[in-house]
T-cell receptor
Framework: EPEVTQTPSHQVTQMGQEVILRCVPISNHLYFYWYRQILGQKVEFLVSFYNNEISEKSEIFDDQFSVERPDGSNFTLKIRSTKLEDSAMYFC??????????????FGPGTRLTVL | AQSVTQLGSHVSVSEGALVLLRCNYSSSVPPYLFWYVQYPNQGLQLLLKYTTGATLVKGINGFEAEFKKSETSFHLTKPSAHMSDAAEYFCALKISNFGNEKLTFGTGTRLTIIP
C-alpha cells in the first residue's frame, strides 16, 4: 500500500542551525502539506503546496521556513535558523485530486525535531 | 476562525467497554469533519469522515461517529474496546471544498485500554 515516508525520524540540532526535513509523498499525489505538533499541543497547519508553489501558509510559517519539491519525488521543509520553540513533531501529508472536499490527506510518521 | 475542541486529553476504558471520545467544533460554514488515529511511531491514519449526507458515519476498525449540527459535535464511538485500539485520536475539520484546503485539528485524546 502506498505511504508517505519521512526522514529522519528524529533530528537533534543546535539552536541557530539549519535543518532540512524530508518527505516522499505518495507518487500520484499533487497536493502537499506540512503540519507540526509541539508536545502536548494541537497539530497545527504550516503550509500547503501545489503546482510548485505555496498555496497557503499559516502565521507560523515565517521567513525562517521554506518548502521545496526539488526533484519531483521529495518534498522538503527547511528551517534556516532553528529556535528552541521549533522543537516539535513535523508531519508531512499529501493528497490526490478528487471530488472537491473528499480528498483524503495521507500522513507520514513524522520527524521529531529537538532544538538544543 | 474555525476550531476543534477535544474534551479529555486522556481516556481509559476497560477492554470490551464502550469507547466515547468527544469532539466539538466551531465553524461559520458547514464543516467537513474527520477522525484520525495515530499508533505509536506511525503517521496519522484516517478513521472516518463526514462530508455531506448521512450524519452517522462508519469507519474502520468498528468505529463510528455522528455529526450533530445542533450540538456542533462529532463524537467518536466504538461499542466494545479492543486492546489494539490503544492510540491517540485526533478530530479535525475542513471548511472548504478546495482540493488542498488545510485541516484544523484538536489537541488529541490518548486512549488507554485496561485489560
Amino acid at each position: 500500500e502506498p505511504e508517505v515516508t519521512q526522514t529522519p525520524s528524529h533530528q537533534v540540532t543546535q539552536m541557530g542551525q539549519e535543518v532540512i526535513l524530508r518527505c516522499v509523498p505518495i507518487s500520484n499525489h499533487l497536493y502537499f502539506y506540512w503540519y507540526r505538533q509541539i508536545l502536548g499541543q494541537k497539530v497545527e497547519f504550516l503550509v500547503s503546496f501545489y503546482n510548485n508553489e505555496i498555496s497557503e501558509k499559516s502565521e507560523i510559517f515565517d521567513d525562517q521556513f521554506s518548502v521545496e519539491r526539488p526533484d519531483g519525488s521529495n518534498f522538503t521543509l527547511k528551517i534556516r535558523s532553528t529556535k528552541l520553540e521549533d522543537s516539535a513533531m513535523y508531519f508531512c501529508a499529501s493528497s490526490a485530486p478528487g471530488l472537491a472536499g473528499y480528498n483524503e490527506q495521507f500522513f507520514g510518521p513524522g520527524t521529531r525535531l529537538t532544538v538544543l | 476562525a474555525q476550531s476543534v475542541t477535544q474534551l479529555g486529553s486522556h481516556v481509559s476504558v476497560s477492554e470490551g467497554a464502550l469507547v466515547l471520545l468527544r469532539c466539538n467544533y466551531s465553524s461559520s460554514v458547514p464543516p467537513y469533519l474527520f477522525w484520525y488515529v495515530q499508533y505509536p511511531n506511525q503517521g496519522l491514519q484516517l478513521l472516518l469522515k463526514y462530508t455531506t449526507g448521512a450524519t452517522l458515519v462508519k469507519g474502520i476498525n468498528g468505529f463510528e461517529a455522528e455529526f450533530k449540527k445542533s450540538e456542533t459535535s462529532f463524537h467518536l464511538t466504538k461499542p466494545s474496546a479492543h486492546m489494539s485500539d490503544a492510540a491517540e485520536y485526533f478530530c479535525a475539520l475542513k471548511i472548504s471544498n478546495f482540493g488542498n484546503e488545510k485541516l484544523t485539528f484538536g489537541t488529541g485524546t490518548r486512549l488507554t485500554i485496561i485489560p
